[in-house]
């Protein structure tokens, strides 16, 4: 039904005349900010102007339990906006999950499409059979990107974690450091050139 | 219209709004005693019809709202309830002008106000009106229900006339445009006779009238009117209307098809109607027509009343998926209109509580995304967090609870923002802990110590750091040291190093104004927080008791009681090998076990980890203040001075099989100094006892010397009972005579012994070991070429097997021989005092003290050959010893009836001594006699020594270092004279055979020779001359 794509699209015009919202309350948090890692392992963050857009904005592995496996994001200096936001993500996610859960496993389709639009960012999700979760959020501004290529993505990761699953020494459920994960998540990360 | 009601849901359409206010000065909890009251008519059956009509309370109603109350009826204020307090007649004028006053506010809209008046009695109460109702008081106003439903009937009169009124207006008459109040400017000089005009407002008043049948309570008339109004605003693309249209005809569909509400809170209100109202839905409309409507048949020329000719055709009800479409149509086109946000963002609010019934999350999560961008206005900080909190309230409703816990947290920074001038610290924790659940924590410990931790750390760690905050900054220090508590001991493995310096900081100067405490936090909601004891910090990886040291262990007197098993109680004891973690700075630890039982006094120890210390033993004590069992089942620390209270079931990795300790009744302690000095030695007996001290002394052979031993009773109770036994240990050396010798009667005498006394008792040490010399020394010695032999029976093939020595220089020899002889033997005994007392002494419980003694040996004297001539007299003989001395010292050598003989350092001289031959035949044969030896050999044994006593007697050797004046050592050599002949087998038995033969003949009453060897080894006699004397 027409009217229906009009909701969703009918955020988007509004956004000049947005009230202050979610995200500008975040930052009156009164915490100090947090760090997760190491300075040491974070990736050179990719410079904004250099590219035309970036592939993703942050990529995040959650466990079956619902709990970051892996979470990286570009703009290191406001990390705990993403974990907020795939945190959030995760509703949408066991929904989708619960919505096909009387599907045939082998038909399932791992691919969760759009989570949901956020003011500056899309989120998109993918889980495996097993129940992991991947999610990626995308700024909504690259518009360049499709679909096809965000499951070719999705697909990409697949893969690096299932190497990582592979790895005798790796103990399922524990986060991931893998150099090789690293690797090709800041791959997604570069811009296309 | 700029004030968004949140709490909207689908059935308020049909619901006739009435305001309830006070006037004048009403005490606020009486005005809401009666609103409560008011408010509890929410439904009244109009008399003679099935209808029900629903009634909205307010007590505060935005007049601007009141302002799009044609657009939709249930905004409109159609009732007026004043409250008041009128105590005299004088006011009463006055009073009832404020009420006037007040009914002109929402005056354009009113059917119908009344005024309660409480207080006043008299003249003006008598007089009966309509419009005002007099009670003497709050507590006297039985009738304000009935009031209230004569009331809203009045309302219902109203409604009806208008609604057919409207509904039956003919088609040629003008119909009023309707319209909101920002539309009023746009319609100035529009043509009104226009086809397009007239559809307008046929639709609007359609419309219009579908809002007043839903009101009456006549829904499927209203279906139809909406149904027809959606056409006739379609068709003129007026879409603000057709917006309220399709929301009515939602708003209608919901009502039949969830009779039992949608809005949850609002739901619960009407519960007691819920089932009537579903009755109702149904049977609405005796005679069960169907109001059936074909959108196609509509119309359009004017609006016709009679809605019967629509019967028997589809059904209009919408079903509810199309219900869904129906509101994402209606909020679409409000969407179109700046002014109409609060429109859009009530409609979302109502089709996101229609779907989370439909329990279609997606789609309600979407409409809720939406709402979230609809823009209103400059909002207040308090509209600000109503907003945030009723999204939240949204999402926990469709089961998006992250998203929800998201919502409530920033409602709750909102409350806090730095632009509200009084930020609001305690809303805003509530609101935090309200978040909880979304992120799935608890504050209680317990679920963190299964396993490792699941959750999502980051934002948990955000989130407590917040309750931290807002904790401190409520003013409640205990709360944040609570919370600050449970961060550090759950999410510490996701803290990095900087964040538990920064967090260990800020404990430590939480706790210095309020210590943590092991005590539940009661918040004033109700929700307890349990303590957070700090089982990771530091770490603590086994758990075992100790026994206590032997000399302190408890025995049980076997013969006391005829057991056979001794019970080894464990006393009082356990040590917790901690591990701190390492990532703390230093830090004080003070543990104190706790076995929770209230007669144990535990003694607290404290000690301070280095932060990355590895595995550190740590001993706690405790001292049992009753008899019984003991049950350890945790320890107390004080850590960043938070009490924790650990109790080692709950720690993660450790493995305790009870710690239950057997405590008996008290028993006296002792403690024993000597006169002796410690010794560094310690002793290794074999049966496992353990030595509580050792004493070491240097001793020459054959000295003597007293060992005083102070016992001192250091417990709390009487020293009855001291046995003292005495056991030496790995002594290769063949020891002489009693080498521990004691007088226990003095010692008991002083008993019992009361606590803190001392009582002495006194042990001779005696030293006599072998005086001769090793065999290879004797033979290196032997340089002079004197014969060993000084008689002919003595061992001729000792002549010849001998190797000759001369070959070796003598002379260099002579200082490693002195190096030899200083060879140093030790003697190690330990000495048992078996003491008990006291009321463990009634239970048949002794303690065991051992005191090691340790004596190292120095030789002294050396005789190095001996050998024996015959004397003058028959009777005597001489004895020829060659002494050596092995000492540093000058020292004297004397015998019995001989002359001193005077020994320089290392020096070696021969001595002879005249001695008595003895008659061995009047020695008892054995000391022994009735007892039976093992074998013939120790029986032998037991009567050479006997004989070389009797030997020792005769010779008295003894020796004394004349230098030595402080201690002037004395040695008795008698001994070692005869062992070192028994030693040396031949002479003794040269002499010994010589003896017995002599005997013989001097009684000359036989004629035969009898021989006697009374040597262990056989020999054999080669030549055998007579002698006569």
Request: aromatic content about 8%; hydrophobic content about 35%; some cysteine.
């Amino acid at each position: 039904m027409s009217s229906s794509s009009r909701l969703g699209g009918a955020a988007r015009p509004r956004a000049q005349h947005r009230h202050s919202g979610p995200s500008t309350a975040l930052a009156m948090a009164t915490a100090p900010a947090s760090r997760d890692r190491p300075a040491s392992r974070d990736p050179p963050p990719p410079s904004r102007d250099a590219g035309r857009g970036k592939m993703a904005v942050c990529v995040a592995v959650i466990a079956k339990e619902n709990y970051p496996l892996y979470i990286r994001s570009v703009p290191t200096e406001n990390e705990l906006k993403f974990h907020y936001t795939v945190h959030t993500s995760l509703d949408v996610v066991d929904e989708k999950i619960s919505a096909m859960g009387k599907a045939l496993v082998d038909q399932r389709e791992l691919y969760l499409g759009l989570l949901y639009p956020t003011e500056d960012y899309k989120v998109y999700g993918y889980v495996t059979n097993s129940k992991v979760k991947f999610v990626m959020v995308v700024d909504s501004s690259n518009t360049a990107l499709r679909d096809n290529e965000i499951r070719s993505m999705f697909r990409k990761l697949h893969n690096s974690y299932t190497d990582i699953m592979c790895n005798p020494f790796y103990n399922p459920g524990d986060r991931i450091h893998s150099r090789a994960f690293d690797n090709m998540v800041n791959s997604m990360m570069m811009q296309v050139c | 219209m700029s004030v968004p009601d949140y709490m909207q849901c689908a059935e308020d359409h049909q619901t006739l709004l009435v305001v309830v206010q006070p006037v004048g000065l009403v005490p606020e909890e009486s005005f809401f005693r009666i609103y409560k009251r008011i408010s509890a008519v929410s439904q009244v059956n109009v008399r003679d019809s099935q209808r029900v009509l629903y009634i909205r309370y307010r007590h505060h109603y935005p007049p601007e709202n009141n302002e799009w109350g044609d657009f939709q009826t249930h905004r409109k204020v159609v009732g007026l309830i004043t409250i008041t307090d009128c105590s005299s007649a004088k006011d009463w004028p006055q009073t009832f002008e404020k009420f006037h006053l007040q009914k002109e506010m929402y005056g354009s809209t009113l059917y119908d106000s009344r005024l309660f008046v409480f207080g006043l009695q008299g003249e003006i109460a008598e007089q009966p009106r309509t419009d005002v109702a007099f009670y003497p008081s709050y507590d006297e106003c039985e009738t304000v229900e009935k009031r209230i439903e004569d009331f809203i009937e009045s309302l219902f009169i109203v409604l009806e006339s208008k609604r057919l009124d409207r509904a039956t207006d003919k088609s040629g008459d003008k119909i009023p445009l309707l319209c909101v109040p920002f539309e009023k400017k746009d319609f100035v000089g529009l043509d009104t006779d226009s086809r397009h005009y007239k559809k307008r407002c046929q639709g609007r008043m359609r419309k219009h009238v579908g809002d007043l049948c839903l009101q009456a309570g006549m829904l499927q008339d209203s279906l139809v009117h909406y149904h027809m109004a959606v056409e006739l605003l379609r068709s003129v693309n007026d879409f603000l209307w057709l917006g309220a249209a399709l929301e009515g005809l939602c708003s209608a569909s919901v009502i039949y098809h969830y009779p039992g509400g949608t809005g949850g809170k609002v739901g619960s209100r009407r519960a007691q109607g819920g089932s009537l109202s579903a009755e109702a839905g149904n049977r609405h409309r005796p005679g069960a027509q169907e109001v059936l409507i074909d959108p196609g048949a509509l119309t359009s020329n004017g609006i016709n009343a009679d809605t019967s000719a629509e019967i028997g055709r589809a059904k209009n009800c919408l079903s509810p998926e199309d219900i869904i479409d129906k509101y994402k149509e209606a909020i679409s086109y409000y969407g179109k209109y700046k002014n109409a946000g609060v429109i859009e963002l009530e409609a979302c609010v109502k089709a996101v509580r229609v779907l989370a019934i439909q329990k279609r999350s997606m789609e309600a999560s979407e409409f809720l995304q939406n709402a979230v961008y609809i823009n209103l206005r400059q909002l207040s900080e308090e509209e600000k967090i109503q907003r945030y909190s009723i999204l939240s309230e949204l999402y926990e409703r469709i089961g998006f609870h992250r998203k929800s816990a998201f919502f409530k947290r920033i409602a709750a920074m909102q409350c806090a923002a730095p632009s509200i001038p009084e930020p609001g610290w305690r809303a805003c924790y509530k609101l935090l802990l309200e978040t909880l659940p979304g992120y799935s924590l608890s504050l209680d410990p317990k679920d963190f110590s299964k396993g490792t931790h699941r959750g999502w750390a980051a934002v948990q760690m955000r989130l407590l750091h917040e309750l931290v905050y807002a904790s401190r900054r409520m003013g409640n220090p205990a709360l944040s040291v609570r919370h600050l508590s449970f961060l550090l001991q759950t999410m510490l493995d996701f803290l990095s190093d900087q964040e538990k310096k920064d967090v260990t900081q800020s404990l430590e100067s939480y706790t210095a104004k309020c210590p943590g405490t092991m005590e539940f936090i009661t918040l004033p909601d109700g929700l307890k927080l349990p303590p957070v004891p700090f089982t990771k910090l530091p770490i603590v990886r086994s758990v075992k008791l100790l026994n206590l040291p032997t000399s302190l262990r408890p025995h049980k007197m076997k013969s006391l009681l005829g057991q056979n098993v001794s019970t080894k109680s464990p006393f009082i004891y356990s040590p917790i090998i901690a591990h701190n973690r390492g990532e703390e700075r230093t830090k004080k630890i003070v543990y104190i076990i706790n076995g929770f039982i209230l007669e144990f006094e535990s003694l607290p120890a404290a000690l301070s980890l280095p932060a990355e210390s590895g595995l550190y033993p740590v001993t706690l004590v405790g001292v049992p203040q009753t008899t019984g069992q003991i049950t350890i089942n945790g320890y107390h620390t004080s850590v960043f001075g938070v009490f924790s209270d650990c109790l080692l079931d709950n720690l993660p990795g450790v493995k305790t099989n009870g710690c239950t300790v057997e405590v008996i009744p008290a028993l006296p302690r002792l403690q024993i100094s000597t006169s002796l000095p410690r010794s560094a030695h310690t002793l290794q007996p074999s049966s496992g006892d353990e030595i509580s001290t050792n004493v070491s002394v240097q001793l020459y052979n054959g000295e003597t010397q007293q060992l005083i031993i102070k016992l001192e009773n250091i417990g709390t109770e009487p020293l009855e009972t001291l046995e003292v036994t005495s056991k030496t240990v790995n002594t290769k050396e063949k020891l002489y005579g009693d080498f521990l010798s004691w007088k226990l009667e003095d010692t008991l005498s002083q008993f019992p012994l009361r606590p803190g006394k001392i009582a002495i008792f006194t042990v001779n040490i005696k030293v006599k070991l072998d005086f001769s010399c090793q065999e290879n020394l004797l033979q290196d010695l032997n340089d002079d070429g004197i014969s060993v032999s000084g008689l002919p029976l003595s061992s001729p093939f000792r002549q010849v097997v001998k190797p000759r020595v001369e070959a070796k220089p003598v002379n260099p020899q002579e200082s490693s021989k002195a190096g030899d002889f200083s060879h140093v033997k030790t003697l190690e005994a330990i000495l048992n005092f078996k003491y008990s007392g006291g009321p463990g002494h009634v239970e048949g419980y002794y303690r065991n003290l051992s005191l090691g003694l340790h004596v190292e040996v120095e030789p002294s004297v050396f005789f190095t050959r001996v050998s024996t001539l015959p004397a003058t007299s028959t009777r005597q003989c001489h004895l020829l010893l060659d002494v050596f001395n092995s000492t540093e010292h000058e020292l004297t050598i004397s015998a019995r009836n001989n002359e001193d003989l005077i020994l320089h350092a290392g020096e070696c001289q021969r001595m002879a001594i005249q001695v008595d031959k003895f008659n061995f035949e009047s020695f008892p044969e054995s000391p022994a006699d009735g007892t039976q030896f093992a074998n013939e050999k120790q029986l032998e044994e037991e009567r050479q020594q006997a004989k070389g006593l009797e030997i020792n007697s005769k010779l008295d050797i003894c020796w004394k270092i004349i230098s030595f004046h402080k201690y002037f050592v004395e040695g008795v050599l008698n001994q070692l004279v005869l062992e070192h002949l028994q030693l040396t087998p031949n002479p003794i038995i040269c002499i010994h055979l010589f003896f017995q033969i002599f005997f013989f003949f001097t009684h000359a009453d036989h004629r035969q020779l009898i021989c006697q060897n009374v040597c262990a080894p056989d020999i054999s006699i080669r030549r055998l001359k007579l002698v006569v004397f």
